[in-house]
């Protein structure tokens, strides 16, 4: 499945971004390059578990990936909003640029953090811990809550920036609240499930 993403993306860039806007939305979502970004937070995972296990990245190594990840985040964002956004026709090419630079730098962050957290057994507030395990369900909801949410802001006709900005921090309050709702009461019962059934077929 790795593969047939990347082999989309290649045909997609050598067909000139057209492949991608001409395909079905069923075919984009199976082949998204999120595919891949999963897959590179797998592969950290494999680095903390496995061949760092025992000895993790010097603390200068890790700090150093965790300030460039930080920081090549932020200019990848400024180049986007300021220069492709506003300039840019070809937005196959913003898609891509997303991408690579923002996946990049999350990798570099991510990493960067795990390993600082490894060697020196940072002890992180509780509140930050949940929020942690139950991200997937926040990233698997948000979306949809968003959305919902932003047409009622709409809807109710709110115009003012310092409203909207206010509405829209409390939209992404209550989207991240009923994500760790959903992590509570949705996401660890499957799991807890699941892992018992596969457990016990396995013995």
Same mark, same amino acid.
């Given at each position: 499945g ?6 989309f ?5 050598g067909?000139?971004y057209?492949?991608r806007?001409g395909a079905?939305f ?12 999963f ?10 578990s ?5 000895? %993790? ?7 150093a ?9 932020i200019?990848?964002?400024?180049v986007?909003v300021?220069?492709l956004?506003?300039g840019s026709?070809? %937005?196959?090419f !913003?898609h891509y ?15 960067g953090a ?6 020196h ?10 929020l942690?395990?139950a991200s997937?369900?926040i990233?698997?909801t948000h979306?949809?809550?968003?959305s ?14 310092g409203?909207?900005t ?12 009923i994500?760790c ?7 660890k019962?499957? !799991?807890a499930?699941?892992?018992n059934?596969l457990?016990t077929?396995?013995?």
């Open positions: 790795l593969v047939l993403s990347a082999l993306m290649v045909a997609d860039i067909s000139g057209q492949l806007e079905h069923l075919t984009n979502f199976v082949f998204s390059y999120y595919n891949l970004e897959a590179a937070g797998c592969w950290l995972g494999g680095l903390l496995g061949s760092f296990k025992r000895t %993790p990245l010097k603390t200068s190594v890790s700090l990936m965790l300030l460039i990840g930080c920081l090549a985040f200019l990848s964002g400024l986007e300021y220069a956004r506003t026709e070809n %937005p196959g !913003v640029y997303e991408f690579v630079t923002y996946g990049l730098s999350s990798v570099l962050i991510v990493g795990a390993f600082l957290e490894k060697r057994q940072i002890q992180i507030n509780r509140a930050l811990v949940i942690g395990a997937f369900s990233y698997l979306y949809s809550i968003l919902v949410l932003t047409k009622a802001i709409q809807a109710v006709g709110i115009s003012n920036f409203f909207q206010v509405s829209m921090v409390l939209a992404c309050a209550v989207a991240v609240f994500g709702i959903a992590h509570f009461y949705i996401e019962r499957l !799991v499930i699941l892992r059934r457990i077929k396995r013995l």
